[in-house]
């Protein structure tokens, strides 16, 4: 897995890279620092209030229960290849992040975060001399210009084999036109999207004047795990105006990395041989780290309108702490011909090696907020300075300035600028120069040059003065029998630097940025948040100048949204509001009958009754299709798949084994009168699958992408995005109707497109992992709902009519038709069961990939998607009953499938599972 500096912004993966002075990257506690959410917003917005003002720490435990949902976007821009156009696709990564604070006691406080996070683009591997050819293209032209590939660059002709490099007698490169060019270019190599999860949950407790907080968590990725634990307290004296606080974490990471398919054969990897495993095709490298971290602050209101707070921190780290998919380049040159005494360009021979970073890293951080009310303009100013320093020698400082401005209405303003500026690790160099050969001649004791024979590279000869082969005995060997070539002895690795790194974000620079952040606080206790900031980075914005070259300076831009919701300020015992759990919960405390429940994977399955009320929910579904491949309802064997299931062409060679998908999706429901609701749900997906070799498959064409190794394949990010209009057609005491229209956005991305491997072009990936139809769509439907005491049901039907004859990969997925019917049953007031069966029909695809596809297997061809398929369900919902939870609605079914018929061959389904929560008010 490469990295990005969106790992290093982002929760969790600061640990990874080890990266914590990048101004985006600040853990404490050895726990990576959260990025500002919804609720930070409130707490900022609140400490302009007058006569207001809490510390960061204070208004955090002071904070009312809450739930967060906020989607993050980054996007890098494209890096400078210089002389070669660069088609690749920068790094990109969706971020989604759900977390609140609930109270289990007035003193006892409950905390959780989850995140989720897909990544995929460019990223850089090593730098390089430009000359050299780092990034080489490919032999396809668009628009008469020649592109770079679209992944790792070093088995074309690779700069990192037997290929020379001119230099003058002062090690400067050469370009071919003869002239010196001493540019650094930085080697780019793209990969598939990547899933990270993270979990992480805290028990606090308060005391009139203290108070202490226990929390840990996890991080865990296809490649790397990182889990936590933490102790923090605070003391408040001096009236509650001085607070002292302090904390301690521990954080221990383990990398398992997949090295690149390509970059790996030309990788000298001997430092960490002892550390590689070889597995299924795949070379994994393995390592532990260890982070220990503690750190004390200082509170101190200085007056009604000002606090000032400082903190100093220090963090100990040992253990693998390289990044096992970065290389650096090395330029080895022969010292006789280098000091021969003539004036003639040499030749240096371009290698890669895995970069070694020091096992040991201590790192101290001070930080200081300054925060002044300022009363004429209602408005509040944040002042932050960090300075770090470790020993390997990066001392960083990050100055923030934010303006926080109240306006009209309940919304508020932020914009903010931010610089930060960091020295270049002690080990870091764009490249190396080693004045030894990479490989020389292997010679006995007496000078003569030994031969390995070319079977058996352990059976050494030599030859005598006559040029004779001669065996360890001194016996003379025929060489009709045997074939030996010269047996070669690897670089002194002693004459190397003992840390070598080219990793750009060790080297020293700037980074400057401005942003801006709106929120909008609901009088119910809703607030809707969306942010954005620009970042430019550049050497020569480093604190005393320019040390590490343009060739690593690029933009990015962070943009968000989020919704917090205020439990305690949406007041549910005495609002008066009703949850979707069916329940009416009056200000005298009188419960009604309301509605009976729809199963939680009905979809526009209930409306809201009043003109003005809103709700606002969460829904989860996860899908799996695993075990047989199937041709209609019966299984097949692997000849049958091979010789029928790829349209009689020869591609059949894998199939998949699983298939996991996930998809998360924000509900927030307005009913503008008392007979229509709108409706707008943004997902977001991803999925994973896996596939294996098909017995008697036929072996890949020539300049075929082939899959290899352990590792699947995974897809993730935005997904398409409905807009519906729910239109109440009946309402009587006991039975309901009404008429569901929508459209279904495509701002789900259809183009995504496997990484390089050995040259070749993956194309695009399997139609079933892209993240949305690429197409509008119409989503029509139609749900009765009926109950009786005890007893509920209903039915619905609907479907998807695409709206477009194809999307912009050249096709389009087929209609779909679902009918669902079901029966419920109350337990208790706030309890109850649900039966549903569900049949639905799916066309198969019309048209197909109109840009390149690896054709692997059946999932790459358009007839074998959709068919008709039969599910039965099985449901809980619980419904708050009272308290300040009330309201609140949990509802969980459990699909399983009764029969598939599918078209062509597919993979079987194993199960679903959907959950949602929603209050509405």
């Known amino acids: 897995m490469s990295d990005h500096p969106v790992k290093t912004q982002f929760a969790g993966l600061c640990h990874k890279h080890q990266i914590r002075d990048c101004c985006l990257c600040q853990p404490e506690l050895g726990i990576p620092r959260k990025r500002n959410t919804a609720l930070h917003a409130l707490t900022s917005a609140a400490l302009v209030l007058p006569g207001l003002l809490l510390s960061t720490a204070e208004a955090a435990n002071a904070s009312l229960d809450s739930f967060n949902f906020q989607y993050n976007r980054f996007q890098e821009g494209k890096r400078n290849l210089f002389t070669v156009p660069n088609k690749l696709e920068p790094i990109q990564a969706d ?7 609930v109270s289990l006691s007035d003193r006892v406080k409950f905390s959780f975060n989850y995140t989720r996070d897909v990544w995929s683009g460019a990223t850089p591997v090593t730098t390089s001399p430009l000359v050299s050819g780092g990034n080489n293209p490919i032999p396809k032209t668009e628009d008469g210009r020649t592109f770079i590939s679209g992944a790792s660059p070093f088995a074309t002709n690779p700069p990192f084999g037997s290929r020379a ?60 795990k990182s889990s936590y634990g933490n102790v923090s307290g605070r003391l408040d004296f001096n009236q509650k ?199 020389a001649n292997a010679v006995d004791a007496l000078g003569r040059q030994v031969y390995e024979s070319i079977d058996n590279p352990d059976t050494l000869f030599v030859r005598d003065e006559n040029f004779n082969l001669l065996d360890g005995n001194g016996n003379l060997v025929d060489e009709a029998l045997i074939s030996v070539q010269p047996k070669k002895t690897q670089f ?107 199963p939680a994977g009905v979809m526009f399955g209930h409306m809201l009754d009043k003109a003005g009320d809103f709700m606002v929910g969460y829904n989860f579904m996860y899908g799996r299709q695993a075990g047989d491949i199937l041709n209609g309802t019966q299984s097949v064997s692997d000849q049958a798949i091979v010789d029928q299931g790829c349209s009689d062409e020869l591609n059949c060679r894998f199939t998949p084994t699983y298939m996991n998908m996930k998809m998360h999706m924000l509900n ?168 549903r069966g569900i049949y639905t029909v799916q066309g198969s695809i019309h048209g197909d990939f109109n840009a390149l596809n690896g054709r692997a297997g059946p999932m790459d061809f358009p007839a074998n998607h959709g068919g008709q398929f039969w599910d039965v369900g099985f449901g809980v919902n619980a419904t708050v009953p009272k308290g300040k939870y009330a309201g609140n609605n949990l509802s969980f079914e459990w699909i399983q499938p009764v029969k598939d018929d599918v078209n062509g061959f597919r993979l079987e389904r194993k199960a679903a599972l959907a959950a949602t929560w929603s209050y509405h008010f």
Do not use: C
């Not at 970042?535 to 919704?563: E, M, P």
């Not at 239109?727 to 497109?753: C, F, M, Q, W």
């Open 668 to 835: 927030i429901m307005y009913a503008p009168t008392n007979w229509m609701n709108v409706m707008l749900m943004p997902k977001f997906v991803d999925m994973e699958m896996n596939i294996r070799k098909l017995d008697g498959g036929p072996p890949a064409p020539p300049d075929v992408h082939e899959h290899t190794g352990i590792a699947g394949h995974t897809t993730g990010g935005v997904g398409d995005t409905t807009l519906s209009s729910l239109i109440k057609l009946y309402n009587a005491p006991g039975h309901r109707l009404h008429l569901g229209l929508g459209v279904s956005a495509p701002t789900g991305d259809t183009g995504l497109e496997f990484r390089r491997v050995f040259k070749i072009d993956g194309g695009l990936i399997h139609f079933g992992m892209q993240l949305g139809s690429g197409t509008w769509d119409f989503l029509p439907n139609l749900t009765y709902t009926g109950d009786y005491n005890r007893w509920s049901w209903g039915a619905q039907i609907g479907g998807v009519k695409r709206l477009e004859d194809q999307n912009k990969s050249g096709y389009r997925l087929g209609d779909t038709f679902q009918a669902t019917s079901w029966g419920g049953y109350r337990l208790t007031p706030w309890l109850s069961t649900s039966v």
């Open 492 to 598: 002194d690795s002693e004459q190397l630097p003992d840390n070598f790194s080219s990793d750009h974000r060790l080297s020293g620079f700037g980074t400057l940025s401005g942003g801006v952040t709106l929120n909008k606080q609901f009088a119910k206790g809703i607030a809707l948040q969306a942010g954005f900031e620009y970042f430019t980075r550049q050497s020569a914005l480093q604190i005393g100048g320019d040390s590490g070259g343009s060739f690593g300076d690029f933009d990015f831009y962070v943009a968000s949204a989020a919704i917090s919701v205020n439990i305690e300020k949406l007041n549910f015992a005495d609002s008066g509001s009703t949850g979707s759990g069916g329940h009416d919960h009056s200000r005298h405390g009188k419960k009604k009958h309301h509605h009976g429940h729809v």
């Open 165 to 224: 490099l001119k230099l003058d007698r002062d090690l400067n490169p050469i370009g071919q036109d003869g002239q010196v060019d001493t540019r650094a270019v930085e080697v780019l190599s793209s990969a598939s999207p990547e899933v990270r999860n993270a979990a992480d949950f805290g028990l606090g407790y308060e005391w009139n004047e203290a108070a202490v907080k226990f929390g840990g968590g996890v991080s865990i990725e296809n490649d790397f």
């Open 95 to 101: 971020v989604i992040q759900a977390s609140g604070m």
């Open 241 to 439: 105006l001085t607070s002292i606080k302090s904390g301690f974490g521990y954080t221990s990471n383990e990398t398992s990395a997949i090295l690149d398919y390509d970059l790996s054969p030309y990788l000298t990897k001997t430092a960490f041989a002892s550390q590689i495993e070889s597995r299924g095709g795949s070379e994994i490298l393995h390592g532990k780290r260890q982070d220990w971290a503690a750190n004390i602050g200082l509170t101190q209101i200085l007056g009604k309108n000002s606090l000032i707070d400082a903190n100093i921190g220090y963090t100990h780290s040992n253990g693998f702490m390289e990044n096992p998919y970065k290389a650096m380049t090395v330029i080895f040159v022969d010292p006789e011909v280098l000091n021969n005494g003539l004036d003639t360009p040499i030749n240096g021979d371009v290698r890669a090696l895995l970069e070694q970073r020091p096992n040991i890293r201590n790192q101290v951080a001070i930080s200081a907020r300054y925060i002044q009310y300022i009363n004429p303009l209602d408005a509040a100013l944040h002042l932050d300075y960090k300075f770090s320093t470790d020993d390997w020698g990066i001392n960083t400082n990050t100055m923030t300035a934010n303006w926080i401005q109240p306006l009209a209405s309940g919304w508020t303003i932020t914009p903010r600028i931010r610089y930060h500026s960091q020295d270049a690790a002690n080990f870091y160099q764009p490249y190396l120069f080693s004045e030894q050969t990479f490989n």
